[in-house]
């Protein structure tokens, strides 16, 4: 009986410690693993500029997957003065339960006025809690501070140059002096951008802008210098100039069927190029679609100009040359008397003999040398701050990217590469994005009065 009794009780026992445990330990263990997590929630801040005027915008967001997050609150202070930015509560649904929101993405247009922000460094503060019963059941939190400069005052441009006399389709060069360093800086012509580069000039704050004025451009479209400074105030300054009209030739070429079936082959592994089109349908799309993305290609270098002025006096052309196409030339293309495609030729096009060595135009650093659909095999050379000259249709090239050249040394030979009808150069200049007429920079006197003498008073000008 005895021993029965034991028995009874030793069940008993283990029963109570099992209700024990389930009663007690797990829920302890539930509140201490999950409710009282210990995970900070965090905060990722995207956008937020060191630099800032009265007016820009935080982006980034906040999460904690562990107990959802609770509120966050976003202050803005100095010496004492605080203004709140945002101040937000996520709701949770139930006491046991995570809060509703586990992320959420900041967005905060700020917008303050100088009386309260004057410039100067101020503090930004991210406060945010989650849902955890730690801390007295206030949450995990989690604070980032961060310093921000308010600057509201706009950099000062001065233009320096004088006499800028432009033509459709030239060039041009401005000089301005920035009172700071500005992350963009450089020329509008119409909507075209054409960023100024430092490091000509000792003066680290004197910029050289060389533009392209494109074929279309009228008085009426704005031409200007502008810079934006690393807080996103702007400054614009108009300079005196005087546009040129320029009237281009218009031609009308003709297509044939020997043309297409000599040519086409060569463009049929090109993507886009549809080989159960009509040999007409995939000349069209090469002279309009293809040629488009091949200037895309070509203009890319640009991006990869050198503050450095590499070239020197007036540029060269294909010796013993006679010019066959002439720059911004309209183009109908004619076939079996129907005007099937236009172009207008953004070069010009010279003939020699056949596989003519061709010269470096002037002082450059390789920058491309490859096969470039209608262009054919192109060399691109570098010739500093914003200039690049172009020779297409190639049979050969004989330099590589990354080679520094001299004004007549040997890039290549002459070809048939690309859309070509018989051997010759093409020969294109282009400043930043846009092509320019090449005539500008093969006249001597041209550059004296346009580019050469305008340095010279800037560097008489500021004593360097
Ligand atoms: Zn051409």
Redo the contacts with the bound molecule.
Sequence with gaps: MQFKRKEKGKKLKTGLITIFCFLVIVPVVWMLFVKFEGEKPTIEIDRLPTMVSARFEILGKVYDYKSGLKKIRVSLSRSGKETVLLDKIYDSPGWFQKGSALSDPINIPVNVSKNEFPDGKATLTFVVRDYSWRDWWNGNKTTIEKEIVFDTQPPQLTVLSSQHNVSQGGSGLVIYRLSEPCPKNGIMVGDEFFPGHAGYFPDKNIYLAFFAVPIDHTADKDLYATAVDPAGNSARSGFYHYLKKKMFRKDVLKISDTFLNAKLPEFQNIQGVDTAQSPVEQFVFINSELREQNNQTIFANGTKTENQLYWNGPFGRLPNSAPK?NFADYRDYEYNGTIISNAV?M?I?LASTQHVEVPAANNGKIVFADYVGIYGNLVCIDHGFGLMSIY?HLNQITVQPGDLVSKNDIIGFSGTSGMAGGDHL?FGLFIDHVFVNPIEWWDASWIANNITKKIESVKAMAGN
Aim: hydrophobic share 15%; no cysteine.
């Design positions: 196409a030729h070069g096009d297409g093409h």
